[in-house]
């Protein structure tokens, strides 16, 4: 049985940092994309960014990128979203993701993705 286990998530001031942490077991997942998604009250899900579980290339949202770091321990079975000077904006429920076999030019579409966690609430706010 595959599982996502996301948590991390928590109330943050605006400028602080955050890291998301993504526990994947329950079968391999070389050459999947593992990607990390949000969905905030009201709006769609959106793609953040999402790395390749074999040789590591990433790709972030332009609304992330810079701020944002994905890395993974596939050792460990992990992947890790560091989010540093989070913007009210980044308010949403984050989720992990995983995508069997999926090409680069697919790793920010949702609808690719097989398998998804539970969510964790991410809150920037004063």
């Known amino acids: 049985q595959v599982q996502l286990v996301e948590s991390g998530g928590g109330l943050v001031q605006p400028g602080g940092s955050l890291r998301l942490s993504c526990a994947a077991s329950g079968r391999s997942f070389n050459g999947a994309a593992m990607g990390w998604f949000r969905q905030a009250p009201g709006k769609e899900r959106e793609f953040v960014a999402a790395i390749k579980w074999s040789g590591g290339s990433r790709s972030y949202a332009d609304s992330v990128q810079g701020r944002f770091t994905i890395s993974k321990d596939t050792f460990k079975g992990m992947v890790y979203l560091q989010m540093n000077s989070l913007k009210p904006e980044d308010t949403a429920v984050y989720y992990c993701?995983?995508?069997?076999?999926?090409?680069?030019?697919?790793?920010?579409?949702?609808?690719?993705?097989?398998?998804w966690g539970q969510g964790t609430q991410v809150t920037v706010s004063s």
């Open positions: 993701a995983a995508g069997m076999g999926l090409i680069t030019s697919r790793v920010r579409d949702g609808a690719a993705y097989t398998y």
